[in-house]
């Protein structure tokens, strides 16, 4: 039983390490509102689009943190609370 244990929590820590590199809808993030002056705050991710695929069903249900930062203004984020923001707003927690 303790080798199943110690596979089963080396599993769960590449879990988690691989969810910090990733961003996926239903995540918590830190969120600065107003174009990124507001105090940063939680919120969850509902839904990440491409700027250009705006108004079609290509939605993104998990993107690399390095890709969605990579270009200011790419991707819009849904969250929540009905609200909004840039990809540049978005940052992980921790």
């Not at 993104?60 to 609200?83: C, G, M, P, Q, T």
Request: charged share 35%; net charge negative; hydrophobic share 35%.
């Amino acid at each position: 039983m303790l080798e199943f244990e110690s596979e089963l929590n080396n599993l769960m820590n590449i879990l988690k390490e691989d969810h910090k590199e990733y961003l996926e809808v239903g995540d918590e993030v830190i969120h600065r509102h107003t174009w990124g002056k507001d105090a940063p705050r939680v919120a969850r991710v509902t839904n990440i689009i491409r700027r250009e695929d705006e108004g079609t069903d290509n939605n993104i249900k998990k993107i690399s943190w390095k890709s969605f930062k990579a270009n200011e203004r790419e991707y819009v984020v849904d969250l929540h609370d009905s609200k909004w923001a840039y990809n540049y707003q978005i940052n992980p927690i921790g």
